[in-house]
């Protein structure tokens, strides 16, 4: 299963950015029944990715979240490749579909 790593501070989350090329930030919030669904379907599908790191963020712990990366509910799957946000996802997640978008750039970025 793909490692979780806990971003406690916009500092720790910018230095996750930094030091992974290819990063997914997870941002969620503990009373969200949609954010604990969604969790384990992503790191299992982020399994098949392994130069992909994966940061959680809980956003009532880091609020500044919100306002760095324009998040105006949880939960939010961002993909981010040097520091850019390739991909966003919010809410109601088409994993499918959200699959096939990370495959086309995994495939580009991995060559």
Do not use: W
């Amino acid at each position: 299963m793909k490692k979780i790593n806990e971003l406690t501070s916009i500092k720790m989350t910018e230095d996750f950015l930094k030091d992974n090329e290819l990063s997914f930030l997870y941002v969620s919030t503990p009373d969200c029944s949609t954010c604990h669904a969604i969790l384990p379907k992503l790191t299992e599908l982020l399994d098949q990715y392994p130069l992909i790191q994966l940061g959680h963020i809980d956003a009532t712990k880091v609020e500044e979240v919100a306002e760095k990366f324009l998040i105006l509910s949880a939960p939010v799957l961002i993909l981010m490749i040097n520091n850019k946000e390739y991909i966003r996802e919010g809410r109601f997640v088409r994993f499918k579909q959200l699959d096939e978008k990370i495959r086309k750039i995994y495939e580009l970025y991995s060559k």
